[in-house]
């Protein structure tokens, strides 16, 4: 409806929507004065002369039914709208500055703190309706599925004990504070700042002087301080109010913990006392991993005493080359947690060892900071060591295609205990520097229990002699057949004497091991992978020389009369046996007496039937 101002009379031109009317008298058709349509009626009175007519009347019931419309309609908007910004309020409120100073929003039921308001916290059935108010507005797939999703978060029963926790905590925290005083020496500041001022000559400075030094300001520094001293001393604390208001969490308490920060920690812009709420877990808790002890046998000394990694000296655990180790923790890569075998009864903390990728990282770098150094060396003293005497031949050597790596870097190897069968002795290898004494200790005990020990019989190209025996002294073969048994691995070890190979099987080993006997074998070292890595289970004993001047004596006694430089040769092959191939040992005796020699190894060998042995765990698996 359209109307048009002619003379003070309205006229009717169609349905359209009247915005505003233009009322004005007729002695002043060019003046009048534009008001809404719904104005109050006494306003419409004073200013018309003439009483209301039927079309106004009409006009004005029509907006009222458009605006009433509006209005309910509105309503129904704005209360979805209303929830839908209230849980976006809550999702993007910032956190407080503070726990003394909180800041709160004013609007959505949340207010700024202050001793005249409390804190009003949104309950787990408003949060239900916001979202089902929501999900009836917000129609399209996506949207449905994030609040169907919401749903489900809020209606878990963990969710609403934590809600009303943290609704809990929040009134608790949130309560009303005086302002939190900066320093309690204001007084003290305030003399240092009038020394300052004191010779200043500027009109400011005297000015501020003056005022520092009336007697009222003086009065309220003095009382500034004595309320803010009073104020940052701790107060004591109870939490029985506390555990009041936060209840219980699943049948547990919330635990409340508080530390008193000082100023001079660093933590954010907190001060004064802060909260904690633990609140108790309510998953299943995990049964606890069964500790796992890792036996490993070292093939390192080591000393904490010179380590400067070790992370305490004083819980370094120190052993040397041989030593098994029961290793309890690994939590740490670096640095394990490690008993010694037979101290766990004298040691009652686990030691510090070096973990295995932290031993050979760092023994790698040594390697590699020796190798630098090497060029250093005159070109004079490569060529003496490179032309150093050759030593004898020895008529045995390695298997040709197991390349030893003497490059290794040696740490740790896990063992297990192993108890050998009685049908299935282990083989006894005698291992030493010649004129140690190994083979007259495997002669003594080939000839003293013949139906206990026996050797294993050697494979040879050579022809077989009329006092000699296919089987019981050689296994007679054609070279041609020897050579194939060396290229598929067959043999411990093997040489050449005289255009003739001699070579000991693994084979012939087993035999004996299979009649139930003990096979007692002298090998070299070279020898020793091979056959650890065999499945016959060697136990291996090093042969050691005594001192240089008891070596002396012992061969005497044989009528032999080393030189000295022989004695020194046979002591420095020792040592470099032991360096070499040390991780292979199973223990050592020392040769001083070849009589007490005999007696300790037959103890040795007595103990494998009666004590189970550390073994490679690689062996059982």
């Known amino acids: 409806m359209t109307t048009s101002h002619m003379n003070g009379h309205i006229t009717e031109d169609s349905d359209i929507e009247v915005k505003n009317v233009h009322l004005g008298s007729p002695e002043e058709p060019q003046k009048h004065r534009e008001m809404g349509v719904d104005c109050p009626g006494d ?63 004013t609007e959505e039921g949340i207010v700024l703190e202050s001793p005249h308001y409390t804190v009003k916290t949104l309950e787990v059935e408003e949060l239900l309706t916001s979202l089902k108010h929501i999900q009836h507005v917000l129609v399209d797939p996506q949207s449905q599925e994030d609040i169907s999703l919401i749903l489900q978060l809020v209606q878990n029963t963990d969710f609403q004990n934590a809600f009303k926790i943290h609704n809990a905590v929040t009134v608790h925290m949130n309560k009303a504070s ?16 009038q020394s300052v001022l004191k010779p200043s000559h500027h009109k400011d400075g005297q000015e501020l002087n003056a005022l520092l030094n009336a007697p009222h300001v003086q009065a309220l520094l003095l009382a500034h301080d004595k309320v803010a001293e009073q104020e940052m001393q701790p107060d004591p604390v109870t939490d029985e109010k506390i555990y009041e208001n936060v209840g219980v969490y699943g049948g547990e308490t919330v635990k409340i913990v508080r530390i008193e920060k000082a100023r001079d920690i660093p933590l954010a812009d907190m001060h004064g006392t802060l ?20 036996h490993v046998k070292a093939h390192f000394d080591y000393d904490p005493s010179d380590d400067p990694y070790v992370p305490c ?70 060529c003496a060591k490179k032309n150093k005497k050759k030593r004898k031949k020895v008529l045995y050597n390695a298997n040709k295609n197991d390349d030893y790596d003497n490059e290794e870097i040696l740490t740790y190897e896990e063992m297990s205990l192993y108890h050998q069968p009685a049908n299935r002795k282990r083989p006894i290898v005698l291992i030493g520097p010649q004129n140690c004494g190994q083979n ?47 290229a598929a691995g067959k043999f411990i070890e093997y040489g050449e ?37 065999s499945d016959l289970k060697p136990y291996i004993i090093f042969v050691a020389p005594p001192s240089q001047e008891r ?46 020699a005999y007696q300790e190894l037959l103890r040795l060998i007595n103990k494998l039937d009666t004590e189970p042995q550390w073994v490679p765990s690689t062996w059982l698996r």
């Open 43 to 105: 306003l419409g009175s004073r200013m018309m002369p003439v009483r209301r007519s039927a079309q106004l009347e009409r006009i004005r019931q029509q907006q009222e039914d458009i605006r009433r419309r509006r209005e309910e309609e509105g309503k129904k908007q704005e209360l979805d709208l209303t929830a839908s910004m209230r849980l976006k309020k809550l999702a993007q409120i910032p956190p407080k500055t503070g726990i003394d100073n909180p800041i709160f929003d």
């Open 178 to 193: 005086p302002p939190y005083p900066l320093i309690s020496n204001a007084q003290e500041l305030a003399q240092e700042v």
């Open 275 to 294: 909260t904690f709420v633990l609140i108790p877990s309510q998953q299943s808790k995990p049964p606890p991993a069964k500790e796992t002890v890792i």
């Open 313 to 382: 000296r004083e819980l370094g655990l120190s052993f040397q080359k041989g030593d098994i180790l029961h290793v309890i923790s690994q939590e740490d890569p670096n640095w394990w947690q490690a008993y010694r075998d037979g101290d766990e009864d004298n040691q009652p903390l686990a030691g510090l060892i070096p973990g295995k990728s932290f031993q050979q990282q760092r023994e790698a770098m040594k390697q590699t900071i020796e190798e630098d150094k090497e060029p250093e060396k005159s070109g004079k003293l490569w």
């Open 440 to 486: 007259e200790l495997r002669q003594r005990l080939m000839n003293n229990e013949v139906d206990r020990f026996a050797s294993a019989v050697p494979h040879t190209t050579r022809s077989r002699r009329e006092t000699e025996a296919a089987g019981r002294d050689y296994h007679f073969v054609s070279r041609q057949a020897f050579e194939s048994d060396i």
């Open 497 to 533: 004497f005289e255009k003739n190979l001699y070579g000991t099987s693994i084979d012939s080993v087993r035999q004996v091991i299979n009649s139930g006997k003990i096979c007692l074998l002298n090998l070299h070292t070279q020898s020793l992978k091979t056959l650890r890595n």
């Open 551 to 596: 070596l002396r004596a012992l061969l005497a006694k044989e009528g032999k009369n080393p030189k000295p430089e022989e004695l020194r040769e046979i002591i420095e092959k020792t040592r470099e046996m032991e360096q070499n191939n040390g991780h292979y040992f199973d223990t050592a005796i020392v040769n001083s007496d070849l009589d007490k």
